[in-house]
């Protein structure tokens, strides 16, 4: 990756309104918001379409991102497959605790695979209204985004051509391993960063789930969690140590964890099945200050990382690209920067509300584990106040859920 000001001259060029680097759930969102407006636009995306269509990843999304999507015409399928979930529970010192969190906020929360939030959008936005959609292309710059003629180039990966965009405006949604990012001056930018100081070994199993909730394994040995996918799969979590190799865990390891931190009395056993995915998170989380510069915005995971522990990040990245996808409508057809002058700002506060709510629920799962008495008694305390107070466990609903508010 590399920033020019000045491209090649000997690139084929092409000009559109908007380049979309990224085609991610966050970089279709914002092409299928621009495509409906009738604002031209091309998304890169260096991997292939086969790839993102099948790439494994969370898909646990709440209900103001999924009627924000339905109001653009985004949530047909989702609203049809998806499941609805309005309720967690808590398993600590041999107990568990249903926490119903619909019946105090009023939402729920939606259940639809990651592969399929890009399988949509991708068949609707290059299939159904015939958007311009590049899979792997190859080594993309960015060019002039302080200056008021920006482009982006890239490699054709069947010809081997340098191809050259000029556009108005590039939306950065490639990632936290992509190329916008690193495009944002040091000079004008801050990276915020916190380290957890744990790991999850993220597991997927050909099992049928044991609960019909999501539910929380608070134990000395470590946290676990049991999380429904589908009727013959389910994920599941057990905190190891960051870095940890994930061949240190074999079947019969993976199963006993999971049974000692999972089992109480009163819930259903466990069903063991064979293990499809086996990946160690190590649990951290970043916040890019500004999401943008020059003419360049970034959006999902290329502006801030939410570890999986509040399952914070996709909702982000939507909320991103709807506020994102929004405002070039209405620069590109009314010449109204409003938006685009404000997005960062706007993105920013619901970022660092769940940030913080990534980081008080941390402490909630992982001080047991600790080995810190004093960190283990605190969130022992904290739990035990979900769910004894009233005023508690409704304050927690409305950030678990999070309510289409901005504070």
Excluded at 80 to 99: D, I, K, L, T, V
Excluded at 182 to 194: D, G, K, N
Aim: aromatic share 8%; hydrophobic share 40%; charged share 25%.
């Amino acid at each position: 990756m590399a920033v020019d000001s000045s491209p090649s001259h000997s690139a084929s060029v092409q000009r559109v309104r908007v380049v979309i680097v990224g085609a991610g759930p966050a970089g279709l969102t914002v092409a299928n918001i621009l495509r409906a407006a009738s604002v031209d636009c091309v998304v890169l995306e260096t991997e292939s379409r086969e790839f993102i269509e099948q790439r494994p990843r969370a898909g646990f999304i709440e209900e103001w991102a999924v009627r924000a999507l339905e109001r653009r015409g985004l949530a047909d399928r989702l609203l049809e497959h998806a499941q609805a979930h309005s309720e967690c529970e808590f398993r600590f010192a041999g107990e568990r605790h249903r926490f119903r969190y619909s019946e105090l906020s009023g939402h729920r929360h939606f259940v639809y695979p990651q592969p399929l939030l890009v399988t949509d959008p991708v068949r609707k936005y290059a299939d159904g209204a015939g958007g311009d959609i590049r899979f792997g292309v190859r080594d993309v710059e960015l060019h002039a985004i302080d200056t008021e003629r920006p482009s982006v180039s890239y490699t054709d990966p069947e010809t081997g051509e340098r191809r050259r965009i000029d556009c108005d405006v590039i939306a950065g949604c490639d990632g936290a391993r992509g190329v916008t990012r690193a495009c944002l001056p040091p000079e004008h930018t801050t990276v915020a960063r916190h380290d957890y100081g744990v790991g999850w070994l993220a597991l997927l199993a050909e099992a049928p789930p044991s609960s019909d909730c999501v539910v929380f394994g608070v134990h000395p040995r470590g946290f676990a969690a049991h999380m429904a996918r589908s009727p013959q799969v389910t994920r599941y979590y057990l905190e190891c140590p960051p870095g940890d190799d994930p061949e240190n865990w074999p079947h019969e390891r993976v199963w006993s964890e999971l049974h000692a931190r999972l089992s109480v009395d009163g819930a259903r056993p466990l069903a063991e099945g064979r293990l499809i995915e086996k990946r160690v998170l190590d649990m951290h989380n970043y916040v890019v200050e500004p999401m943008a510069y020059g003419r360049l915005y970034l959006a999902g995971d290329s502006a801030h990382l939410a570890a999986p522990i509040a399952a914070k990040g996709m909702n982000l990245a939507l909320h991103d690209a709807l506020l994102l996808g929004d405002a070039l409508v209405a620069y590109c057809g009314k010449g109204d920067d409003s938006g685009l002058r404000g997005y960062s700002t706007a993105c920013l506060r619901r970022v660092w509300q769940y940030q913080e709510f990534s980081q008080w629920l941390s402490e909630v799962l992982h001080g047991a584990s600790s080995g810190d008495p004093f960190r283990a008694g605190s969130a022992a305390a904290r739990l035990r106040r979900i769910l004894g107070s009233p005023a508690a466990a409704a304050t927690f609903a409305e950030l678990y859920i999070g309510k289409d508010t901005d504070y």
